[in-house]
């Protein structure tokens, strides 16, 4: 014991999560969080009311089958035939998962072996790091820079090697909002198929897209067989406590994830898949007022935040805005955001957490949009003021 360290290695530096530190300062002081990603309002009540029938009707209670309830597997598959046209079996290219978070994890410890490289957007979410580490791969970032964090493609054909196994594409892109191109994304899917690489796509912010459109990388041609398409119900429905998440690709990939899903939660969430089954069926109204809901909230925390002194990075999708704290004289995201709720009230996350250069995002910081009108107008106002 005294020889070697407790916690393996490959998981030294990812201790206690940004989100979990910034979510107790808010507690302790009584700080408006907007630091972590949830919203403070349940979703739709019929969705909701859909979990309390399935509990009281016994129907998933007990362990659900691995791939998922039968229904919301289908209801998947009928959610990519209804907004972006693709096909899939929902018995053998449909996978549900206890959220994104281990859509992601199991696609990598499936994937992966020691030493590949996987090339990600930099900054990437705080997970993405760890599962790569957990996979015994090698995370080689991409970096997007302020102001529009567009990804330079030819540096991206420059860091693909002969170890390069994977692509990770997070569009809409968190922590800075932007939302990849159809030329972008094209590019990309042709550098893919030119040097065999496999893709791992997180979109569980495809419904909230303000400006643009969101494009499946999976829907383009020569992505099919390559690419494991992930998205989740939290963020869409704003159930993010129920943990339902899924996967969509080929027979082959699909099988590849859910062998290494099976050995870490095996199932979960049973009643509420049965929910997000109907949730996924919600008309097309739905869908387009929650997004302009969430974009009147963007534009009032980014006008409040520019008011502030702030440099605003208007994002395009997303929970989230990325700001630049250089005008108001400070140099240090981490210093000011642990000092922020003391000072002023308010939570947010340094972006310098989500890059492997810390310098390329030192002076930014997150804040999330997804709460109450009069919560954020609080927010601005406490942050105005001090």
Not at 107 to 120: F, R, S, W
Not at 193 to 210: A, G, I, K, M, S
Not at 224 to 252: H, L, M, P, Q, Y
Not at 339 to 353: D, F, I, S, T, Y
Request: proline share 6%.
């Amino acid at each position: 014991m005294a020889g070697r360290p407790v916690l393996n290695r490959r998981l030294d530096g990812h201790g206690t999560t940004i989100f979990a530190e910034m979510s107790a300062l808010a507690v302790a002081t009584g700080a408006i969080n907007l630091g972590q990603g949830f919203p403070d309002t349940d979703g739709p009540e019929e969705v909701r009311e859909a979990a309390v029938r399935a509990l009281r009707e016994g129907r998933g209670n007990q362990y659900p089958p691995g791939p998922g309830v039968p229904e919301l597997r289908v209801a998947v598959a009928d959610h990519q035939r209804r907004f972006y046209g693709l096909e899939f079996d929902p018995d053998r290219e449909v996978l549900v998962t206890a959220g994104a978070t281990e859509a992601i994890a199991a696609a990598l410890l499936a994937l992966l072996e020691p030493g590949d490289e996987v090339i990600a957007f930099e900054p990437f979410y705080d997970s993405y790091a760890a599962c790569i580490a957990m996979a015994g791969a090698v995370r080689v970032p991409l970096t997007l820079r302020a102001p529009d964090f567009r990804p330079d493609l030819d540096a991206l054909r420059d860091a693909v090697t002969p170890r390069t196994r994977l692509l990770l594409l997070n569009s809409p892109h968190n922590p800075t909002g932007m939302v990849l191109t159809r030329d972008e994304l094209t590019a990309i899917a042709a550098l893919a198929v030119e040097r065999d690489l496999l893709v791992v796509t997180d979109e569980v912010y495809e419904h909230l897209v303000y400006d643009g459109e969101h494009v499946p990388l999976i829907s383009l041609p020569g992505m099919r067989e390559r690419t494991v398409s992930i998205s989740s119900s939290g963020k869409t429905f704003s159930f993010t406590g129920w943990k339902v998440g899924w996967v969509t690709g080929s027979a082959e990939l699909v099988a590849a994830v859910r062998t290494a899903k099976q050995y870490l939660t095996f199932v979960s969430s049973g009643p509420f898949q049965y929910a997000i089954a109907e949730a996924l069926r919600l008309p097309d109204g739905y869908f387009g007022t929650f997004r302009e809901q969430l974009r009147g909230k963007r534009d009032l925390l980014t006008a409040g935040l520019a008011d502030a002194g702030l440099e605003v990075h208007r994002p395009q999708g997303t929970y989230f805005v990325t700001a630049d704290i250089a005008p108001l004289g400070e140099k240090d995201g981490i210093a000011f955001c642990r000092q922020l709720p003391e000072r002023c009230g308010v939570v947010a996350v340094p972006n310098a957490v989500f890059y492997d250069d810390p310098d390329a995002g030192r002076s930014q910081v997150r804040f999330a949009f997804c709460k109450r009108e009069e919560v954020l107008r609080e927010a601005v106002a406490r942050l105005r003021g001090c």
